[in-house]
């Protein structure tokens, strides 16, 4: 029987969706590391599905502003993949490739932005690479666009993209750790429904 | 304190006398502002897509063409008068602009476009909107008033 809605998924396949999001998370922290030249560990993800206002509340609240990376997923999976973090996070990306970081978002310089924006991207697409891998499915990626602004907002893209099919996001998630120091970056893999029973049929756990 | 009521995605809320109604981060989606002033009558509306079509989905405020109207005939029960009362918009955002493919985000475009549709179609009038662009808003309703706070990201708040 195919999953008319992400709420549908049982516990079998939730934790399926965690392990393929911790190998996905784990390349994408590597690929971090790489980048910074210092040792990123993640937390185990936690896969969970929920309405727009639990997940803006898990991140933060709507109108606090963060930097967004989207990329559209297209081919044998459809879907957006986003990437959020704060100021923080940027922070500490732009203080090891521009040996400086911004008090405040809105002092962002058009490199220091794209830089951000490739970051992002990197860390998309190093987590794509390792899905595609593991669940044996080609997957394009659209050039990446990205934004600064309201949370609340950000998050009405994927929303509205599925509005006819569902009122909750998929959401897996890792929190990346540097030093000791917990980073606020938040990968969020949305596939759509007909791309989730997709992947939960290729892994042999559909129902 | 005042009474502020706040109004989430696909939902509605209205009030009398005084107050205010507010939501947040509108990006592709739409906050509608209804105002009787002769009784200070308002209600602010937050819809998330265009219409409803081929779906039995019951939630009426997450839809333009349902939204409007169920909040047209709630306004109504509470005496509100079609031709004294103002409607202001905001919100319809394409947050993200993805090249090579022009389609993605246009939700925003349809959202407006089918708002404006219906009130032309209920004969209301559609006094001031501050729509599109790249930025979500957040929508604020001053019921005493039935003026309109726009709150952005590194821009300037304005007034509707």
Known sequence: MKLRYYEDMNLQELDVMKEIGSIGTGHAATALSMMLQKEIRITLPEVSVLGYEEAVNRIGNPEEIVAAVLVKMGGDIDGLMLFLFDLDFANTILEKLMRKGCQEFSELGEIAYSALVEAGNIIICSYINAFTQFVGVDIGLSVPSATINMLGGILTVPIAEYGYETDKLMYINADFVMEGRMLSGWLLMLPDIRSLNDILERLGVAK | ???????????????????????????????????????????????????????????????????????????????????????????????????GNSDFGNIGLHNRDRVRQVFAEEGMRLVAEDTGGTYARTMVLDIATGGVLIRTFGRAEIKL
């Open chain 2, 1 to 99: 304190m005042e009474k502020e009521l706040k109004v989430g995605i696909g939902d509605m809320k209205l009030t009398r006398g005084e107050g205010r109604i507010i939501t947040y981060a509108l990006g592709s989606c739409i906050g509608i502002a209804f105002y009787d002033p002769v009784i200070r009558l308002g209600a602010l509306l937050h819809i998330m897509l265009p219409a409803r079509f081929g779906t039995d989905d019951n939630n009426v405020y997450k839809y333009a063409d349902t939204g409007i109207r169920e909040t047209i005939h709630k306004l109504t029960a509470f005496g509100m008068v079609k031709s004294r009362t103002v409607v202001k918009i905001a919100g319809g955002a394409k947050m993200f602009e993805i090249s």
